[in-house]
């Protein structure tokens, strides 16, 4: 088992670099805070001594610039074969680049980024998408079981970030739609908590969103294909529910524009 280094002990960072204590090549950490690499065992002062230490260099900084500034000190040190993981949610761009970069080094890349925050870190249950050759996955993907129930191999460098940008555009415009749907129960009279109490209890039995996300395409549903009658069901019931929530609206004089956007693409959306 190879050594693993850790560098970057935020929010996210240390909870994953716990995970990592018992790994059983051993774990060195950097960060920048004294307080932050408190409590580990063995901790390097940068990030090329870090390095020179480890198979495998796990970054979770803030945003491109301090992976560019932490990767180029790694590479003064780091042994042909060293895989750099990039776990900081960056360019696509600067993922490639600097793979570019390592590989005149010897050393592997992957762009890694994660999902399931703080509390996922901490229980072990992140999602980790990986984007790299085939080569540096294999080498990642059991350190990356410390802290992730589910390593999913998206492609080649870049892929990662481009899945997890993908997921959090999902993430986002949801909590958009949440506003409206606050809104909308507010000038109804209702308990925004409890309401946030059923949609948090609804989505953890039928998965919300992601229950519809098992088609390999986007394209447009054929006659008969199988999941035509499965998304023709939830295109009923959506329209039908969506129809509802905007009467509600119009009636309570709420600006639900995603909610009108959603009815007008839910059709081609489901392939119907």
């Known amino acids: 088992m190879t050594a693993v280094g850790f560098i ?24 920048v805070s004294p307080d932050a690499v408190a409590g580990f065992s063995t901790v390097a002062v940068s990030p090329a001594e870090l390095a ?12 491109d610039a301090q992976v ?22 960056i360019s696509v761009e600067t993922a490639e680049r600097i793979e570019r970069e390592a590989a005149e080094h010897g050393v592997l890349v992957v762009d890694a980024p994660v999902s399931g925050g703080g509390m996922g870190a901490a229980s072990g249950r ?9 080569e540096a996955f ?6 990356f079981a410390a802290f992730a129930d589910l390593v999913i191999h998206a492609g ?12 959090n555009l999902l993430h986002f415009v949801a909590f958009t739609a949440v506003t409206e749907a606050q809104r909308l129960a507010e000038a109804a009279g209702l308990d ?24 390999e395409t986007t394209a447009p549903l054929e006659a008969d294909d199988p999941w035509r009658p499965v ?27 995603l909610a009108q956007l959603a009815r007008e693409r839910l059709k081609p959306g489901l392939g119907l």
């Open 8 to 31: 970057g002990l935020g929010q996210i960072g240390k909870p994953m670099a716990k995970r990592l204590r018992d790994w059983p090549g051993g774990l060195v950490v950097c960060d």
């Open 52 to 63: 020179a230490q480890v198979g495998l260099v796990c970054v979770m900084v803030r945003d």
């Open 68 to 89: 560019a500034e932490v990767v180029a000190s790694a590479l003064t040190t780091a042994k042909p074969g060293t895989v750099i993981a990039i776990h900081s949610t």
């Open 126 to 134: 992140l999602a980790v998408m990986v984007g790299g050759s085939d």
């Open 138 to 143: 294999s080498k990642c993907a059991e350190p």
């Open 156 to 167: 080649s460098i870049g892929s990662g970030t481009k899945m997890k940008l993908a997921r």
């Open 192 to 215: 925004i908590v409890k309401l946030g109490e059923v949609v948090r209890h609804s989505d953890a039995v039928t998965g919300g969103p992601g229950a519809i996300m098992l088609r």
């Open 231 to 257: 998304m023709e069901h939830v295109l009923a019931l959506g329209e039908k529910d969506l129809s509802l929530a905007l009467a509600l609206a119009q009636e309570l004089m709420v600006d639900v524009p």
